[in-house]
């Protein structure tokens, strides 16, 4: 007899709809907060679930996560009702971890510098929070070209391996921040790769630290990209940057953002093709994870800044010198 088919319905997740398959049902759940998905046998009902429509209208919040859950079979998930923590970290000194209280999870990250963290009532999503997996439907969709037209351009040889690292640190400067006569800059330095050095003033917008470090990790994301695309020899490259905010924005959250969140972005103009050039390199990375000996995994890392790094105080140099480019 032929197993009975099964429909995927999300109400509330990346993409809401109908999907006739777990895994496309997944990428739109998994790690999204707040998700609220459930598998039904009619199609009718299912397109109900997805619209809040007739019995689903009044589907409380107290019921989301028991009402959601696939079958009776999911494995690695929370006792019902109960509530696990996830913290990501974009500081090499801290590690990801799960907990699965609120006060383990306080004390771990209370002080802490470059990390991130979101409640779950799943393992899974906690796990996909840390690792990144399930980003990737919104990745090309920042794109904006379909994966397979992407694997088919970018898609490398696997015998080829690239083994050799390179560090890529950035940092912005403004020069009198805060006064009508700030000029801002930007820098980028490629450990032991001098000739893609960039040191640039910030050519639009107000005249701000905070715009200037979005623009310097945008600027070194735009010349890695060039470096995969056009030329034979690759690297592994690591971004790192003393911006919270743009780590934070990159390693998690704009994940979690719909296109109205998008456009509310505070330095939308500078943060939105960040996005989009961060999304191009990690799935550059992914799709040809088997050459690189990063095995496709590729984040934004937090270094503390002004602590005697030598390459974070060689981007704050050139970002300097970048501002100062800029001043009349």
């Known amino acids: 007899m032929a197993a009975k088919k099964a429909y995927y319905a999300v109400q509330n997740g990346r993409q809401k709809g109908v999907f006739d398959n777990w895994v496309d049902c997944k990428k739109q759940v998994s790690g999204y907060q707040g998700a609220l998905y459930r598998k039904l046998d009619s199609s009718a009902e299912a397109k109900a679930f997805a619209n809040g429509e007739g019995r689903w209208k009044s589907l409380g919040k107290s ?101 050799e690292k390179c560090n890529v640190y950035c940092d912005g400067s403004a020069l009198s921040n805060g006064r009508s006569s700030s000029k801002a800059g930007y820098g980028v330095y490629f450990e032991n790769e001098s000739v893609y050095n960039i040191s640039q003033p910030l050519e639009t917008g107000p005249q701000t630290n905070n715009r200037a470090e979005i623009q310097a990790v945008s600027s070194a994301l735009e010349k890695i990209w060039e470096i995969l695309t056009t030329r034979d020899k690759k690297k592994n490259y690591q971004i790192k940057t003393d911006s919270e905010y743009v780590s934070k924005l990159l390693n998690d959250r704009y994940t979690t953002y719909d296109d109205r969140k998008l456009r509310e972005l505070p330095n939308g103009d500078l943060a939105i093709p960040l996005i989009r050039r961060f999304a191009q390199v990690r799935q550059f990375y992914q799709i040809n994870k088997k050459c690189f000996a990063n095995g496709g995994k590729f984040v934004i890392e937090w270094v503390k800044g002004h602590a005697g790094e030598e390459g974070n105080e060689m981007a704050d140099e050139l970002a300097r010198q970048g501002a100062a480019k800029g001043r009349c």
Do not use: M
């Open 63 to 163: 019921q989301r996560y028991e009402k959601a859950r696939i079958g009776k079979k999911t494995t690695n998930k929370a006792t019902a009702g109960s509530k696990i923590y996830s913290v990501k970290s974009s500081n090499p000194k801290i590690p990801s971890k799960i907990f699965k209280s609120w006060p383990e999870c306080e004390r771990y990250v209370k002080g802490q510098r470059g990390l991130s963290f979101k409640g779950f009532f799943d393992e899974a999503s906690a796990l996909s929070f840390i690792d990144g997996t399930g980003n990737e439907t919104v990745d090309y969709k920042h794109i904006g070209v379909p994966k397979e037209d992407f694997e088919s351009k970018y898609k490398i040889n696997n015998s080829i391996k690239y083994n």
